[in-house]
């Protein structure tokens, strides 16, 4: 589409005069094109506007509460290291009380969506060594006045042609995140941790972090995201990852979602990958009222594979939506995906897994399941794993199952003296370790087990079980 | 297996029969009691007055054909295809005088004769399917006389659909609408504005109806016109067993088909649907062929009723059709069996809904996709289970098999879940017949069209075993010609 042909936004659009805001509070060293992108990803938006329940992508998630209440962004400075107003006392912060412990990492502190971590905070990092002299780990708002090409292209690509409404928005408010570029042949040692902290500003704000990954060829590199509500009461966060690996490159990205259970969490993840380079997701969601999670994988060079884990835990109220999508582009690339979700109370969990495979992906292999337990009686489970094959030599297989505990598993475990409550933690944990066995960080699993092991499992069972 | 062996063709006729031109191919004449193309209340008024209809009948098609005009016509599916222009067709003709067909079968195409040949059609059929000018075949005039007299025996109404509201009009006023209702979709409601005709069926409390209706349909089968309408009710405790369609190629004037098909089973009642649809499928550029656009459902409405539908799915340019059991009634069961196959640049997208309401409702789906050539196929189906449907179960298999690097195989399963003692499974995959799979048929000395016949039949098997024997037999061998010359 011809970008000259977006009609501007109305002068009294509150989108609008929200961007003004917005920039109002950012620096002037920000180039103009920023600007005139910002003002292209909102005119973008406008056209579509929040997707509807008629949307095949958002049947089964209702944004309505969303798109209804007033947009306020999260203005830089706000905030605990700011100006000191409503939010996270600088105690918390230091005490990191989200740290996993034993996990060695480098960390990177944001507030709604504004990195709070100090250059001399980065630097540390580099002269422990953690961080190799010619690998850039940066804010990403320290990046936009001198953007690198690639991540100037990649911002326009997103408001130009933004994915979703939610891509369009961040692309139009995003003023901060992570940019992080390895070099080739270069591989980090210890994995990077962006902390996304969300604090209840001046009523709900909309946070809009933008995380940048750039591996060159054969790099390697382990990313932590963890989005932690901090007494946040409805804020929004709405955050895009772009994970770009050379030929050869690796990359772990592990996605840890636990906002407040009253706030939405929007997320996306792209992902392309060149020639024979692996990428590994896991994307954990544990939180927020409302959370959906899109990742969209193109294996674009031979030999590429991508793994895609996933696991979501629903309770109360909460909604829990993810969509993937891998689109198989070149001969003998492989996907793998694992998905499950265990469902209690009244939430409701929505899974959409895609599988394309292109016509000239010959010799293409894709494996997807998605297994959910359903704990309550109120809860729902929406999955619809799906496979566009237009190639013919290609092994694809997909399942998909909904059920709950076993009644003679528990019935066993009951005979065993064991007291039903427990027999029923002890089973849902096995479920779930399923996916946490993979988790290639001890500390990362360990906490997530903690994390999400209910009240009555004891600390001696679960530790006999991981 | 057997059948397949059976199979001794030369490679030379293989390949002229797959490149073969549709024999019976279009024809178009000028009828004198057509009514000019086009769609309005008018049309609609028109078709209810030649067809002698009530009052109330005539409402019931307007308020769809109103409903019709607020409409969109789908998109979701992933077929393409030319825009239709619904004002281009003509929505009734008189019955046709049977004198432009050929006189014999020997004006008959003999390509087509052979068809027939492999696929084991009776002679008298032969006639029929090929459109002879026939006025009256003596022995099936007597033969459907015979079956009328069992029927009528056993209480079973089985008529044409006008018969049906001018004979049983509470029966057909009580059902018609009420599985699918006439705002329901797009193609269902142009349907349900202006069908002509089509078949009901009742089967009274507690009769197992004596014959396979479809015995009786093949000999008896009138041309039903591209907007057929089907009523089939099976009353507490009845059985019926119903097949539509037909293995050999059909002659068929109309582009676009939009047929609704309803079933009604209450307490105890079973009701089995099998269809074996081979309609024009196009030439092998993808030129012609029929567009079937059917919707049919059926309802589960007693405790442990049982429908199954069973399809076999080998012809038409496009298929876009759901067969879908609504499971009301306790302890009720759907099931859902299907064989398509697309070549050259046929399109598919089919599959299933079951919407479990009552306790206890199980289902099962199994699905087996062929693609060949150019063409696509799309597994799409729905399961849900309602929120008091406590203890339901779904098992649900969709396996696509791939042959030719430019065909396509969708899978599009949508699963909701709302109570949680529900048990629902998943399970699909997709690939082509390996290279060991045939390695190890052709060092056995098996020919290379008889071993992929035989891993495809294998292939199909789950499906083939539901369908009445004399038709699996013929859909094993359908299989075969279809595919012949696929593999190269």
Request: hydrophobic share 40%; net charge negative.
């Amino acid at each position: 589409m011809n970008v000259q042909l977006i009609s501007p936004l109305e002068p009294s659009d509150p989108f609008l005069a929200e961007l003004a805001r917005l920039e109002s509070r950012l620096p002037a060293t920000e180039p103009p094109w920023l600007r005139a992108v910002r003002r292209r990803a909102l005119a973008r938006f406008g056209e579509r506007g929040f997707p509807g329940r008629r949307d095949e992508d958002w049947k089964y998630t209702d944004v309505s509460t969303i798109a209804e209440r007033p947009l306020r962004v999260a203005l830089p400075g706000v905030g605990p290291l700011g100006t000191g107003a409503a939010g996270i006392e600088a105690g918390r912060i230091e005490a990191g009380e989200w740290r996993y412990a034993g996990l060695e990492c480098v960390e990177l502190v944001f507030v709604n969506g504004h990195c709070v971590s100090t250059s001399a905070d980065i630097n540390y990092f580099y002269d422990r060594g953690a961080l190799p002299e010619r690998t850039t780990l940066a804010p990403l708002a320290a990046m936009l006045s001198n953007a690198p090409p690639m991540l100037r292209s990649s911002i326009q690509r997103m408001a130009d042609a933004p994915p979703d409404a939610f891509a369009a928005l961040n692309a139009a408010f995003t003023a901060d995140g992570a940019y992080l570029a390895v070099p080739d042949g270069v591989a980090l040692d210890v994995p990077v941790h962006l902390v996304f902290l969300s604090a209840p500003g001046d009523g709900p704000v909309a946070s809009f972090p933008r995380i940048y990954i750039h591996l060159g060829k054969e790099a390697r590199a382990s990313v932590i995201e963890s989005y932690i509500g901090m007494d946040a009461q409805e804020n929004l966060t709405c955050a895009v990852t772009e994970i770009i690996a050379a030929a050869g490159a690796r990359c772990d990205h592990y996605r840890v979602q636990r906002e407040h259970p009253r706030s939405y969490h929007v997320g996306r993840l792209s992902v392309s990958q060149a020639r024979d380079s692996e990428v590994t997701s896991f994307s954990i969601a544990c939180g927020a009222r409302l959370s959906r999670q899109d990742i969209a994988v193109r294996l674009e060079g031979e030999g590429a594979s991508v793994a895609l884990h996933g696991l979501y835990v629903g309770e109360g109220r909460r909604h829990v939506d993810h969509h993937t999508r891998i689109d198989h582009l070149l001969p003998h690339t492989n996907s793998e995906e694992h998905y499950k979700g265990v469902l209690d109370g009244r939430s409701r969990g929505v899974f959409n897994g895609t599988v394309v495979v292109h016509p000239d992906a010959q010799k293409s292999e894709a494996h997807q399941s998605n297994h959910n337990l359903l704990l309550s009686g109120e809860a729902e489970i929406d999955t619809k794993p799906e496979l566009q094959i237009h190639a013919d030599d290609v092994i694809c297989s997909h399942g998909a199952s909904v059920g709950r505990l076993d009644p003679d598993a528990l019935f066993y475990l009951c005979s065993r003296g064991i007291e039903a409550p427990v027999a029923r933690a002890i089973l849902t944990q096995a479920f779930i370790d399923e996916v946490l066995a993979r988790l290639p960080i001890a500390a990362l699993r360990l906490g997530l087990a903690r994390d999400l092991g209910s009240a009555e499992t004891s600390a001696e069972l679960l530790s006999a079980l991981i | 297996m057997v059948q397949s062996v059976q199979m001794k063709e030369t490679p030379q006729s293989v390949e002229s029969l797959v490149n073969r031109d549709y024999a019976a191919g279009f024809f178009t004449e000028i009828e004198t009691d057509t009514v000019p193309p086009g769609l309005s209340e008018e049309v609609i008024r028109l078709i209810s007055r030649k067809k002698e209809e009530p009052e109330w009948l005539c409402e019931w098609r307007l308020a769809a054909y109103r409903h019709w005009l607020t409409m969109q016509e789908p998109r979701w599916a992933t077929v393409e295809h030319p825009a239709i222009d619904y004002q281009a067709i003509s929505y009734y003709s008189a019955p046709k005088a049977k004198t432009d067909g050929p006189k014999s079968l020997s004006e008959v195409d003999p390509k087509l004769l052979e068809t027939y040949e492999k696929l084991g059609i009776p002679l008298r059929e032969r006639e029929m399917l090929a459109g002879v000018a026939v006025d009256a075949v003596f022995d099936s005039v007597s033969v459907a006389t015979t079956f009328k007299g069992t029927l009528a025996k056993a209480g079973v109404i089985f008529c044409s659909f006008s018969e049906a509201v001018r004979h049983h009009p509470d029966l057909v006023r009580q059902y018609l609408g009420s599985v699918v209702p006439v705002t329901d979709n797009f193609y269902a409601t142009l349907n349900s504005a202006v069908f002509t005709d089509g078949s009901f069926c009742y089967i009274p409390k507690g009769v197992r109806c004596p014959l396979e209706l479809s015995t009786y349909f093949r000999i008896n089968a009138a041309k039903t016109g591209q907007f057929e309408r089907t009523l089939i009710v099976a009353d507490a405790g009845s059985y019926v067993s119903y097949l539509e369609g037909c293995t050999a190629p059909m002659r068929d004037e109309n582009q676009l088909h939009a047929a609704v098909v309803e079933l009604v089973a209450l307490e105890d009642a079973r009701i089995k649907y099998s269809t074996v649809q081979n309609w024009y499928p196009g030439d092998e550029n993808g030129k012609g062929g029929i567009y079937n656009f059917v919707t049919k459902r059926g309802e589960c409405r007693g405790a442990r009723s049982w429908i199954s539908w069973t399809q076999v799915e080998t012809g038409s340019a496009i298929t876009w059709k759901y067969p879908s059991c609504i499971l009301k009634g306790d302890c009720s069961r759907g099931e859902f069996y299907s064989v398509a196959l697309t070549r050259h640049y046929q399109q598919a997208d089919t599959g299933t809904k079951m919407i479990h309401l009552g306790r206890d409702t199980t289902s099962t789906i199994i699905s087996k996709g062929i693609s060949a050539g150019r063409g696509r196929n799309a597994y799409r189906g729905l399961v849900r289970i309602g929120k008091g449907a406590a203890n339901a179960r779904n098992y649900t298999q969709c396996d696509s098999l791939l042959l030719g690097s430019r065909c396509s195989a969708h899978t599009f399963p949508y699963i909701e879940v709302k109570n949680a003692s529900a048990e629902v499974g998943h399970e699909a995959t997709t690939t082509r017949i390996s290279d060991d799979q045939l390695f190890y048929c052709r060092q056995r000395g098996i020919a290379m069209e008889d071993a992929v016949n035989l891993i495809v039949n294998g292939f199909c098997k789950a499906v083939f075993k539901e369908l009445p024997m004399e038709f699996a037999v013929e859909a094993q061998r359908l299989l075969g010609v279809s595919l012949e010359g696929a593999i190269g």
